[in-house]
């Protein structure tokens, strides 16, 4: 019997009897039901570095001005299917502000979290590209988009970017496109799960073969701004988040409200279209649901369907937020800069104690350290790390699921408060010593 924080036996008995096995079938929840067991069992604390979830308290900004817009009645109001203006004006002042882009407030449609604007978007492609029926994704990524893919029913593949990055990237996705399948490419930058951000060559040459082959990017801010090598916190000034809106007209850009701003509660995101794609007239589209123009199609025929517009309140949380962080009022950084001090702290105990990272840079640059990172112990597959971690009441999330080739397992700082730091660093030290 191993000498591990928690008591061996009692986790093996809980991976038995919830017959986890090898933990290869063993979604997010059952790792979290888990670890409450084990909690229960062992009165151990078990430290959380599985979830997405942001952390951190949202500002008064958002609450108030959701507070005043309920007070003035907007609950019994339909809002329009493409948004209310206050939050298009500040979302395309925002585009402008903090991505140097010049969008449209037409362009600018608020969503229900950004997971309902990439479920439009992957929509609006099937409808409007007949004839391209796969989604390109460039892995590791978000499963929940490939799953999205599924429900719709179109196809995907993915690129894993480890043995891909700069030319090398480029040259592939050449070869990919040339079939002449594809729809649509998505990324997120920050990258969900590694933290690798591309740089502007790799988005340059991407735009380029968008432009080639004729498909559309969505380009996934999910993690606005949270490259912290780099202060974008001031608006209308460079450094601005990196875009792939400045080398072509074929995207769609997805700024979510829930790790920014830390508002993923009141779901709430804006999917940011192109000028030029907006008024694009794709004639399936006409044909079919008799409005060919792209945008039209995405309000009054997508985000009318899916749910008849976003929440009005949360739409002017999220326009206040905007509209404080552009006057300069409101630093939204300054709060989930707090993730990069957590992540550089997990990794140093990590890396000391002969863990790696398994995507460890940015064509040769350190990558940031943000809101997630991506680590392996050497000689062990994924899922024996995830398993392995159990018994030092560690919950983290095997790199499988997220369309990763290599062997790894993605840490989440979100929930990783100062105090569990001594916890953290004597049950990794311990892990060291019995491998
Ligand atoms: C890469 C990525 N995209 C999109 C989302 C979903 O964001 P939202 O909460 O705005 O729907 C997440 C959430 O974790 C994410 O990691």
Known sequence: MKNTPLNY?????????????????ATIRDLQSLAKQLE?????????????VPGLKPSDIAIEAEKKALAEGCATTYPPNGGIPRIKQAASRFAKAFIGVDIDP??????????????ATFTAWRHAMPEKDTVLFIHPGFPVQTAQCDVIGLKHIG???????GEALIKKLDEILSQNNICGIVYSNPNNPSWVCFKDEELKGIAELV????????EDLAYFAMDFRRDLSHPFEEPYQATIAHYTDNYILAVSGSKAFSYAGQRIGVACISNKLYHRVYPSLEKNFGVGEF????????????????THSVQHAMAALMEAACDGKYNFLNDVREYGRRAKFMKDVLLSNGFYLVYDNDLGAPLADGFYFTVQYPGMTDLQLTRELMYYGITVFPLDTMGSNEQGVRICTSFFSKELEPLFKERIELFKQNH
């Open 159 to 165: 690129l894993d970017i480890h043995g891909y990055r």
């Open 40 to 52: 229960e069992k062992t009165g151990q604390q078990v430290i959380h570095l599985e979830m997405g």
């Open 211 to 218: 432009n080639k082959y004729d498909c559309i990017v969505l």
């Open 106 to 119: 037409l362009g600018c449609i608020p969503t229900t979290g950004s997971m309902q604007g990439t479920f």
């Open 9 to 25: 036996e009692t986790v093996t008995n809980a991976i038995e009897g919830m017959g986890l096995g090898d933990f290869s079938q």
């Open 295 to 310: 945008g039209n199609f995405f309000c009054n025929r997508l985000m009318y369907t899916l749910s008849s517009g976003t």
